[in-house]
């Protein structure tokens, strides 16, 4: 049986009041109960709706990731007039529904628990939900994205894992898909290069980012050359940068802006 408790924070930044809060959920099919760090802008209103964005950690990280990484998201909730939503993705979930590990259904938890909860509590409009994540998260943000196109607006991605099949021996993906040589049609089906076949409106605006000097650079590249084929609306952002927390502090803004575009079209 799911349990679902809110926790409200008041946190001072500076001289500045505001409502944080903090969304903890449980569910029989996750390790523990998750946390969603939530900012609202400082001009919150029950009166008017508001765009929503999602922004996915990376493996090993937690809700407070984004945070930390760009001293303090207040700025960009209140800039942009955004609901900004940091959920917890446990250290190797790859965001995915893992057919190996029954307590590890993170799809699942996200759409039947996660997104309702955000959609019960706050004033969102439901025609401006994004999602985007750095690396483990970026793979999420589209696995998402793609899986669930009628959720999410668009989505983004920063040094993103954009095919994980060139990766099967890093970062424990194995807890989450399994051993590519027993299931292999898992990884392939897995892989957002592959989803992106199911896209369905190919007037679709998405956005995505990667350092040149990034191991995941190529595939990257690859996703995109893919899209330039199919004659998809992508945004890449191609950039000097590593794979690291100053490339992602300083290109997560402009995924930002590009959203708020697309909401003032």
Known sequence: MKKIFFL??????????????KLVLSADYIPHSDTSLIFLPKDYSLEKTYPLVFLLHGWSGNYKHWNELTDGLQ????????????????????????????????????????????????????ENIFITGLSMGGH?????????????????????????TEFPNRWSMVNAFGKTDSIPDVWKNSSVYNLLDSLKDKNREFIFSCGTEDFAYGVNKKFYEKCLLKKLKATFISNPGLHRADYWKNNIECQLSFFRKLVEK
């Open 75 to 126: 700025k960009y909730s209140d800039k942009y007039d955004f609901i900004l939503v940091c959920p917890h993705g446990f250290y190797d979930s790859w965001y995915i529904d893992s057919p190996v590990n029954p307590k590890s259904q993170m799809e699942t938890f996200f759409i039947k628990n996660l997104i309702p909860a955000i959609l019960e509590k706050y004033k969102v409009n439901k």
């Open 8 to 21: 409200l924070l008041l946190i001072s930044l500076g001289s500045t009041s505001f409502p944080q809060e």
């Open 140 to 164: 999420g943000a589209y696995f998402l994205f793609l899986k669930h196109q009628d959720l999410f607006k668009s989505a983004g991605s920063l040094s993103g894992i954009l095919d994980i």
